[in-house]
Nanobody, 122 residues
Framework: QVQLVESGGGLVQAGGSLRLSCAAS????????MGWFRQAPGKEREFVAA????????VYADSVKGRFTISRDNAKNTVYLQMNSLKPEDSAVYYC???????????????WGQGTQVTVSS
């Protein structure tokens, strides 16, 4: 069993920044890939960013490339998503997840957090 708890969401103006955190427990965190996904009302859950077990490899959705940065601290069992230059279209519930592999695919991820709301005003 894995527990994931996201934090750091909120309301921010366009152009602003937020840093999301995801604290994991219940599994050997450092051996698994981690991902961030988001879901806006009426839309499917979509990939945002992923990081491999060591932090040495990352991948991003084209829509966030150059603005968002994923990182992890295995000593703290935590993965982060630094979001800069936020746009209204970034508004969504953001979820972190533990992955069976380093992937962009939702179906590869086994455990999910409860989500944290990010709202970007124009």
């Amino acid at each position: 069993q894995v527990q994931l708890v996201e934090s750091g969401g909120g309301l921010v103006q366009a152009g602003g920044s937020l840093r999301l955190s995801c604290a994991a427990s219940g599994r050997t965190f450092s051996t698994y890939a981690m991902g961030w996904f988001r879901q806006a009302p009426g839309k499917e859950r979509e990939f945002v960013a992923a990081i491999n077990w060591s932090g040495g490899s990352t991948v991003y959705a084209d829509s966030v490339k150059g603005r968002f940065t994923i990182s992890r601290d295995n000593a703290k069992n935590t993965v982060y998503l630094q979001m800069n230059s936020l746009k209204p279209e970034d508004s969504a519930v953001y979820y972190c997840a533990v992955g069976g592999a380093f992937s962009k695919l939702v179906r590869v991820y086994d455990y999910w957090g409860q989500g944290t709301q990010v709202t970007v005003s124009s």
